[in-house]
């Protein structure tokens, strides 16, 4: 698999104390037709560099990347989801983050796809 695009640029609101959840389908166009990207193996990771200097990272492994999307849980379907429950959200103490999502395919030669990039930005209680 060839590794010949660049991330999208997304800036991404959070609410503190609720559930944070943004989903989309990678579809592969090969210029004859456009199909979606078939997860199945996949691992992706989100590494966040927050404001305060702290790094958190969403994972396949701690549900913070979801491949197949959480309602179907079918990676075949090249639904990606970013994740983080309202009890997470809740005890964020930053305010901004710089992130970038990367999906590392399972065999060799596991090339790296950056999917997206960009800034979280924390809103909501205490003000």
């Known amino acids: 698999m060839a590794n010949n695009f660049l991330p999208a640029k997304l800036n991404l609101p959070i609410w503190r104390g609720a559930t944070f959840r943004y989903g989309f389908q990678w579809i592969n166009d090969?210029?004859?037709?456009?199909?979606?990207?078939?997860?199945?193996?996949?691992?992706?990771?989100?590494?966040?560099?927050?404001?305060?200097?702290?790094?958190?990272?969403?994972?396949t492994s701690n549900g913070g990347v979801i491949f197949g999307g959480l309602q179907q849980m079918e990676p075949p379907n090249g639904f990606v989801e970013l994740y983080m429950k309202a009890s997470f959200t809740k005890e964020i103490e930053w305010k901004k983050a710089s992130y970038a999502l990367i999906a590392t395919e399972p065999s060799a030669p596991k090339d790296e796809f950056p999917l997206l990039t960009g800034q979280f930005h924390v809103s909501g209680p205490p003000l």
């Open 30 to 59: 090969n210029g004859k037709e456009k199909k979606p990207q078939n997860l199945t193996g996949f691992t992706g990771e989100a590494i966040l560099q927050t404001d305060t200097g702290e790094e958190v990272i969403l994972s």
